[in-house]
Every structure is written in C-alpha cells, then in structure tokens.
C-alpha cells in the first residue's frame, strides 16, 4: 500500500472517530435539560458540518493526480486541524 492509501485510510479512520464522538453527543442531549439541549444540537450541527467539510476533503484527495497530491494533502491537513478543534473543544462546555 502506498503512502497516499495509507494517509487515506488515517483520515477515513479519524473521521470514523470523530463521527463516534457526534453520536454520544447526540445521545447526551437526549436526557440533557431543554436548555443544555438547545446549546448541544447546536454543537452538533456544527460539527456534522464539519464532518461533511472532511468527507469532502477525503474525496478530493481520492481523486487527486499524483502531482495535485501534495498541494490536496496540505488543504486537507489545514481543514483537518480546524475538524479537530471543533471535535476536541472542551466537552464540558455545552453538557448540562
């Protein structure tokens, strides 16, 4: 497997992650007050939209050309960190 699959195979994997993350939150605002509910399907809304942002990403680098590979790879690395931000941004801010 090449370096370019394996890269891939990281990205899918931590977007596979984060999705995870998304879906306790959704389950966290289920019992959570209506307030806490409000401020969570807010978060969660955000960050799905995220998440669309780095499938988007994971598709251009699919079908990127070999010398397009770098330049989609640093796009892609500049998206995933703002991705990372909004999945680890302190738990505790919008939870009951």
């Known amino acids: 497997m090449n370096e370019r699959e394996l890269y891939r195979q990281k990205k899918q994997a931590q977007l596979d992650e984060w999705k995870a993350e998304i879906d306790k939150l959704k389950a966290k605002a289920s019992g959570a007050s209506a307030e806490a509910q409000l401020d969570m399907k807010a978060r969660v809304k955000a960050l799905e939209s995220q998440v669309e942002k780095g499938r988007s990403k994971l598709s251009e680098l699919a079908e ?5 590979w770098e330049s989609v790879k640093e796009s892609m690395e500049s998206t995933w960190s703002s991705l990372k931000s909004a999945v680890t941004e302190p738990k505790g801010k919008s939870e009951p």
């Not at 990127?64 to 397009?68: K, L, Q, V």
């Open 64 to 68: 990127a050309t070999d010398e397009a």
